[in-house]
């Protein structure tokens, strides 16, 4: 079951009253991007071979941010989140959370993560994971330094088991079909065999026929 994410009370509707827009990072933003980067600490080689992970805001229509969105099969991690003029920052944030929800019903996400440090995260459900939780932590970000925060969008074990009871149905309807599939072979191989034997008895009568009747010299008058 999906968890649809509401507005807490108080919360602005940013798209309404301010002129920022989402969009997906482009080649023609690498310059803005490799300079926010740079100035950041971040690895701007690195981010760059990876630029289609990245959302960008814009603010009339000038760079004015970025987000990495990083997908790994039913985990999403926000990372690398930040801004020339952090006075957009809160706005912004509202509008990437929207892209990043509808990210990832098209990808199937399960589970979003971050290590980032804004209490923006926090606010909309993000929380530090327990042991068990922290272990479902794909292998590609084990090695990431930082404190993580998770964010739930659908039930993991609800949909793993429904899973699972699917292909164990699929699995018995295939195991069902097998037995009946063998079931047919098997009558079949009778029948051949009936017929078979039903074969051979007609032959050997019709041999037995004519052995008996070689001998026996036609009655004939005599001319």
């Given at each position: 079951m999906q968890l649809f994410l509401l507005p807490p009370p108080g919360s602005r509707q940013t798209t309404a009253v301010n002129p920022l827009r989402i969009r997906r990072?482009?080649?023609?933003?690498?310059?803005?991007?490799?300079?926010?980067?740079?100035?950041?600490?971040?690895?701007?080689?690195?981010?760059?071979?990876r630029l289609t992970e990245f959302q960008v805001v814009e603010a009339h229509g000038q760079f004015a941010g970025a987000l990495?969105?990083?997908?790994?099969r039913q985990h999403a991690r926000l990372h690398s989140e930040d801004y020339p003029d952090y006075a957009v920052a809160d706005a912004a944030r509202e509008l990437f959370w929207e892209r990043i929800q509808k990210l990832a019903a098209n990808h199937g996400v399960f589970r979003l993560w971050t290590q980032e440090t804004?209490?923006?995260?926090?606010?909309?459900?993000?929380?530090p994971p327990n042991t068990e939780i922290l272990e479902r932590l794909p292998d590609e970000?084990?090695?990431?330094?930082?404190?993580w925060l998770t964010l739930e969008l659908k039930n993991e074990a609800a949909i793993t088991s429904a899973l699972e009871?699917?292909?164990?149905?699929?699995m018995q309807?295939?195991?069902?079909?097998?037995?009946?599939?063998?079931?047919?072979?098997?009558k079949l191989r009778t029948l051949i065999?009936?017929?078979?034997?039903?074969?051979?008895?007609?032959?050997?009568?019709i041999l037995v026929w004519v052995l008996m009747h070689r001998g026996v010299p036609h009655l004939m008058p005599p001319p």
């Amino acid at each position: 079951m999906q968890l649809f994410l509401l507005p807490p009370p108080g919360s602005r509707q940013t798209t309404a009253v301010n002129p920022l827009r989402i969009r997906r990072a482009t080649v023609d933003d690498l310059p803005a991007l490799r300079s926010l980067w740079t100035t950041a600490g971040l690895p701007a080689d690195e981010l760059e071979a990876r630029l289609t992970e990245f959302q960008v805001v814009e603010a009339h229509g000038q760079f004015a941010g970025a987000l990495g969105v990083q997908i790994v099969r039913q985990h999403a991690r926000l990372h690398s989140e930040d801004y020339p003029d952090y006075a957009v920052a809160d706005a912004a944030r509202e509008l990437f959370w929207e892209r990043i929800q509808k990210l990832a019903a098209n990808h199937g996400v399960f589970r979003l993560w971050t290590q980032e440090t804004s209490p923006f995260w926090p606010h909309w459900g993000f929380q530090p994971p327990n042991t068990e939780i922290l272990e479902r932590l794909p292998d590609e970000w084990k090695t990431l330094e930082g404190r993580w925060l998770t964010l739930e969008l659908k039930n993991e074990a609800a949909i793993t088991s429904a899973l699972e009871n699917q292909f164990a149905g699929f699995m018995q309807a295939e195991k069902d079909q097998t037995a009946h599939v063998a079931a047919q072979a098997r009558k079949l191989r009778t029948l051949i065999t009936v017929a078979g034997f039903g074969v051979a008895l007609i032959c050997f009568a019709i041999l037995v026929w004519v052995l008996m009747h070689r001998g026996v010299p036609h009655l004939m008058p005599p001319p």
